[in-house]
């Protein structure tokens, strides 16, 4: 594997994303690119966004459509037409990276393997001090995340434990559940072996889900990246969850359907 895309996914909020561009910027590992994936922002917090680009050491692309409502999984695809790399890593804009993590995602590939890492929450009141204050949250060590911890300023600990693990990491790998685009990695080919995200999941909820479930079915596994490659992620409000019971339903649908695979408005329309 030689060129990662890590695409962030943002929707008018330019100062966590800055954070998050950030800690981008000072990865260990610099073979990679960034597609910032703008699912709608205004024109003010887009040029605010595009002037943070300048600062990159890394390949930098801007995707960005209309504001009709949550659409991730349509401006994910779009951003995944326009990857260089063939491994994809998948972020949002509101959350701040160690300066391992891609190394440590490149460490996890495997061929055939979907990884999911997981998140240490930001409680509300720390997460207004990070961003007014500019706190460089990549930049800390552990220490001062435990102490953040006994002040219930984050939601866990454990998740900063590095641990080996193993073949252990392999054994649930038809397990759809908290794999989230938070923290997802997978390989491009595989991504559009399944034909990417389904444009039909509108508005909040499981459409990260529904990609999982799909690259399962297509004998896609899973691989545990839990206590190798945290994010820390900004506390903000949840989204409209409107649609949240009819995407459910047809997750439910898609998850008995083994032979369900192919997205059917999925990133295929966005390819030449």
Same mark, same amino acid.
């Given at each position: 594997? $030689?060129?990662?895309?890590? =695409?962030?996914?943002?929707?008018?909020?330019?100062?966590?994303?800055?954070?998050?561009?950030?800690?981008?910027?000072?990865?260990?590992? $610099?073979?990679?690119?960034? %597609?910032?994936?703008?699912?709608?922002?205004?024109?003010?917090? @887009?040029?605010?966004?595009?002037?943070?680009?300048?600062?990159?050491?890394?390949? %930098?692309?801007?995707?960005?459509?209309?504001?009709?409502?949550?659409?991730?999984?349509?401006?994910?695809?779009?951003?995944?037409?326009?990857?260089?790399?063939?491994?994809?890593? /998948?972020?949002?804009?509101?959350?701040?990276? !160690?300066?391992?993590? %891609?190394? *440590?995602? +490149?460490?996890?590939?495997?061929?055939? *393997?979907?990884?999911?890492?997981?998140?240490?929450?930001?409680?509300?009141?720390?997460?207004?001090?990070? =961003?007014?204050?500019? %706190?460089?949250?990549?930049?800390?060590?552990?220490?001062?995340?435990?102490?953040?911890?006994?002040?219930?300023? =984050?939601? +866990?600990?454990?998740?900063?434990?590095?641990?080996?693990?193993? /073949?252990? *990491?392999?054994?649930?790998?038809?397990?759809?559940?908290?794999?989230?685009?938070?923290?997802?990695? =997978?390989?491009?080919?595989?991504?559009? !072996?399944?034909?990417?995200?389904?444009?039909?999941?509108?508005?909040?909820? /499981?459409?990260?889900?529904?990609?999982?479930? +799909?690259?399962?079915?297509?004998?896609?596994? +899973?691989?545990?990246?839990?206590?190798?490659?945290?994010?820390?992620? @900004?506390?903000?409000?949840?989204?409209?969850?409107?649609?949240?019971?009819?995407?459910?339903?047809?997750?439910?649908? !898609?998850?008995?359907?083994?032979? /369900?695979?192919?997205?059917?408005?999925?990133?295929?329309?966005?390819?030449?």
């Amino acid at each position: 594997m $030689n060129l990662i895309s890590v =695409i962030v996914t943002t929707y008018n909020w330019p100062s966590a994303l800055n954070l998050c561009l950030e800690s981008l910027f000072a990865q260990n590992d $610099n073979n990679f690119e960034v %597609i910032i994936a703008d699912d709608g922002s205004s024109s003010s917090n @887009l040029n605010l966004t595009k002037s943070y680009c300048a600062k990159s050491g890394v390949p %930098i692309q801007y995707v960005h459509h209309d504001d009709q409502g949550f659409r991730a999984g349509t401006i994910r695809n779009k951003a995944v037409a326009i990857s260089k790399g063939d491994y994809l890593l /998948f972020v949002d804009g509101d959350c701040v990276l !160690r300066p391992d993590f %891609i190394t *440590r995602h +490149r460490q996890l590939a495997e061929p055939g *393997r979907f990884v999911p890492g997981n998140r240490v929450l930001l409680m509300e009141s720390f997460t207004q001090e990070v =961003i007014e204050k500019k %706190i460089p949250l990549h930049q800390k060590p552990l220490s001062y995340f435990i102490a953040l911890w006994l002040q219930n300023k =984050i939601n +866990r600990i454990s998740a900063f434990i590095r641990l080996p693990l193993g /073949f252990l *990491r392999n054994l649930h790998p038809k397990k759809w559940q908290k794999a989230m685009t938070c923290n997802l990695a =997978i390989w491009k080919s595989d991504f559009l !072996r399944v034909n990417g995200f389904d444009e039909l999941f509108e508005g909040w909820g /499981f459409e990260d889900s529904d990609l999982v479930i +799909r690259l399962i079915h297509a004998s896609v596994k +899973r691989k545990e990246g839990r206590f190798a490659v945290p994010v820390l992620h @900004l506390w903000h409000y949840q989204n409209d969850k409107s649609q949240q019971d009819l995407n459910y339903q047809r997750l439910i649908e !898609r998850l008995n359907n083994r032979d /369900f695979i192919l997205a059917k408005k999925g990133v295929s329309q966005y390819l030449n």
